[in-house]
Nanobody, 119 residues
Framework: QVQLVESGGGLVQPGGSLRLSCAAS????????MGWYRQAPGKERELVAT???????NYVDSVKGRFTISRDNAKNTVYLQMNSLKPEDTAVYYC?????????????WGQGTQVTVSS
């Protein structure tokens, strides 16, 4: 009854930028922490960035200074602005959200969006 839908992925040249969005919908009372993860071929899924409802953020070292996570609580949406992209950023990016419903609080995942950085 809760869906997360990502958008904004694509093909970009090294040094370029992309902005990912993830909108949550359904029987939502509120959303606690939200985050972005990524999974490259042959690798495990890794945390990229997280943001609390109060806008405290955390980043994996490899993206600090290049990526910015933000959220719009009124729209139940989280964003990931990615600048100075590198080939090693190529992966499927997933959003995650800790959603509070009338029944419980649990984590939900989006379906993923492909980001490819290549010349």
């Amino acid at each position: 009854q809760v869906q997360l839908v990502e958008s904004g992925g694509g093909l970009v040249q090294p040094g370029g930028s992309l902005r990912l969005s993830c909108a949550a919908s359904g029987s939502i009372i509120s959303i606690n922490a939200m985050g972005w993860y990524r999974q490259a071929p042959g690798k495990e899924r890794e945390l990229v960035a997280t943001i609390t409802r109060g806008n405290s953020t955390n980043y994996v070292d490899s993206v600090k200074g290049r990526f910015t996570i933000s959220r719009d609580n009124a729209k139940n949406t989280v964003y990931l602005q990615m600048n100075s992209l590198k080939p090693e950023d190529t992966a499927v990016y997933y959003c995650n959200a800790a959603v509070v419903t009338a029944w419980r609080t649990r984590g939900y995942w989006g379906q993923g969006t492909q980001v490819t950085v290549s010349s």
